[in-house]
């Protein structure tokens, strides 16, 4: 992408500042900086939370190495789910159906993998004598099915001109619904526990476990998208002015269509998670994923009005929710708490952005 190019879109989508312009000179020291960054705010939240947790932890349990990774690895499908969120926020979107996805792409997925691992008497014993030809094929499945949602999303959204809340909120009951059919409210059975120890639970040189490796390189990469590529230019620039990013000359429908079907995609990788690191499918979980990765997303940093998203402070942003849980579930609280906590956190989240909005404005 030109200078040239980066400057029409820059302009047209009425961004504040002027992109290759030389920055102006910083007099604030250090302190006042870091106290306007969001990145420092999160931050002191997270060590705020361990220390806390860690003090009232029994034998301090919280702050200990593997419970931290334990942390980092139940935040890994949270993560992917954030990362997609946070393109979609970018461009004034929402979809609050990729909790009820997952459900259904692990779903599909699990039956995929265990109708190709062999016939119904092996796998009942636990024997896959095609098991990489049937795991390959059910995370096509799972990343296919997730795409598909998405693109019905998608394209909901764009030719019927609807909202995305609604959209999504509906699509959530369909794809539930179908999942609820396909397995009658239970768990997939037979599942290959060769996706546990081969993947779920194992770890990167023996220390980091490999969904929050790849979680990590995932976000590593849309990071770049979003802030070297002319797709994430576009994603932002959809999300400061719909009306400007059109005579700008992008085809908004078709790149509001591919993020959805980049969040759909990533839902799918998710579901693979998820199915790897149980074992099993989870039909009655899933409940508070949209949340968690909204509130990730925007206390990240990243504008539920759109024009402004940050990849790296939506990861930093999923950590919070996901050790609020964890620690409760160390306290021994029951976890419907959670939910509780999620959502206050999610009010918090809108709030400051409110905030961030009218300071800049």
Do not use: C
């Not at 639970?201 to 979003?226: C, D, N, R, S």
């Not at 925007?298 to 930093?316: D, K, R």
């Amino acid at each position: 992408m030109t200078r040239e190019e980066a400057l029409e879109i820059a302009a047209a989508a009425g961004a504040e500042e002027t992109i290759g312009a030389p920055e102006p000179e910083i007099r604030e020291g250090w302190l006042a900086l870091a106290r306007g960054s969001t990145a420092f705010w999160i931050g002191a939240v997270i060590v705020a939370i361990a220390i806390l947790f860690g003090l009232v932890s029994p034998n301090n349990v919280f702050v200990k190495a593997d419970n931290l990774l334990t942390i980092g690895l139940n935040a890994s499908q949270i993560m992917l789910l954030a990362i997609g969120m946070t393109f979609l926020i970018g461009a004034a979107q929402l979809d609050l159906s990729i909790g009820f996805s997952l459900i259904l792409a692990s779903v599909l997925s699990a039956k995929t993998i265990v109708a190709l691992g062999g016939t119904t008497e092996q796998v009942a014993r636990g024997e896959y004598p095609n098991l990489a030809l049937a795991v390959t094929a059910g995370i096509v499945v799972a990343i296919g099915a997730g795409a598909g949602i998405g693109l019905l999303n998608g394209l909901l959204v764009t030719r019927l001109r609807l909202n995305s809340f609604i959209v999504t909120l509906a699509t959530s009951g369909i794809a539930y619904g179908v999942a609820l059919i396909l397995t009658s409210a239970a768990n997939v059975p037979f599942v290959p526990d060769q996706l546990q120890s081969g993947f779920g639970a194992a770890k990167f040189l023996g220390v980091i476990p490999y969904p929050l490796v790849v979680a990590l390189v995932v976000a590593g990469f849309f990071w770049w998208v979003l802030r070297r590529t002319r797709f994430g230019l576009r994603t932002l620039a959809i999300g400061s002015s719909r009306e400007a990013a059109i005579r700008a000359g992008i085809d908004v429908d078709a790149h509001l269509v591919k993020l959805f079907v980049l969040m759909g995609a990533l839902v799918g990788v998710a579901a693979v998670f998820d199915l790897a690191r149980n074992a099993s499918t989870n039909v009655v979980g899933h409940q508070s994923d949209n949340l968690a990765a909204i509130a990730a997303v925007v206390i990240g940093g990243t504008s539920l009005f759109g024009g402004i998203a940050s990849v790296g402070g939506s990861l930093l942003g999923t950590l919070i929710p996901v050790m609020l849980g964890n620690g409760l579930v160390i306290m021994r609280v029951e976890p419907f708490y959670q939910f509780v906590a999620v959502g206050v956190i999610l009010i918090l989240a809108v709030y400051f952005d409110q905030r961030r909005r009218e300071r800049s404005s």
